[in-house]
């Protein structure tokens, strides 16, 4: 079976798994779910995350961050960008998530990036998902 909006269901098992406690979630791999970990481990919403060959499936593991008191880091997700309707966006356009207090993960011509360093850079793109 085919996945419609495989970085939807990225974002819904890490979504679901910070609520739930989990210490680690798996889901299938492919490179940019790869460098939308990155961006979420350079932001330090997760801990780390890896990639595993199991038969000729590539598993991406990532291991959800908490804090002392054992609570999320990550306190909500939201997909902006969908395979239905497509959200571009100019560098001067993208506003800041929570005033600050989150990201935005763009798609550029430049790579994955946040809206921090699509600013900086001076390049749009399409606005993926926010994270707070």
């Known amino acids: 079976m085919t996945m419609t909006d495989p970085i939807a269901d990225m974002l819904t098992r890490i979504r679901n798994a910070a609520k739930a406690r ?58 902006i960008s969908k395979p239905s309707c497509r959200v571009y966006s100019a560098y001067d356009d993208i506003k800041p998530v929570l005033n600050g207090y989150g990201i935005s993960i763009i798609s550029s011509s430049r790579g994955i990036m946040t809206d921090r360093e699509a600013r900086k850079q001076g390049i749009g793109g399409e606005i993926l998902c926010s994270i707070w």
């Open 22 to 79: 989990h210490e680690s979630i798996s889901m299938p791999a492919s490179r940019i779910k790869q460098d939308i970990a990155q961006v979420l481990k350079a932001e330090g919403y997760i801990k780390n995350f890896h990639v595993e060959q199991e038969g000729v499936q590539k598993i991406l593991k990532i291991f959800i961050s908490y804090d002392e008191k054992g609570t999320s880091v990550i306190g909500g997700i939201k997909r």
